[in-house]
């Protein structure tokens, strides 16, 4: 009994603080959000869109799983190389700290 009274009392206090920070949210919700005109956002997704397609020109065709695995090995020696493929791309951070791809 004194446990289910305890999960009562911190389901009804859970649900008093979740009120009070939606009420206080609110008010001041429109000066957090961000708003972009859509002719600047259509400008933005085309430029994403055009980097998107000649890094994948630029890739080798279709690496397998294990090649892939075979330069993140590689890659992980380096500091730099580790932190740009997790920016950038595996292929593209072995490029441009090892060269080519070798296979």
Same mark, same amino acid.
């Given at each position: 009994m004194k446990t289910f009274t305890l999960l009562v009392l911190c389901a009804v206090v859970s649900v008093c603080l979740c009120a009070g920070a939606g009420?206080?949210?609110s008010s001041d919700s429109?000066?957090?959000?961000?708003?972009?005109?859509?002719? *600047?956002?259509?400008? *933005?997704m085309k430029q994403r869109q055009k980097r998107a397609g000649t890094a994948a020109a630029a890739a080798p065709a279709a690496l397998t799983l294990t090649q892939l695995?075979?330069?993140?090995e590689v890659?992980?020696?380096?500091?730099?190389c580790e932190h740009m493929a997790e920016t950038a791309g595996i292929v593209a951070a072995y490029t441009a700290y090892y060269g080519p791809v070798p296979f």
């Open positions: 009420s206080s949210s429109p000066s957090n959000e961000v708003f972009v005109k859509r002719d *600047l956002a259509s400008a *933005l695995e075979s330069l993140r890659c992980e020696v380096n500091l730099a």
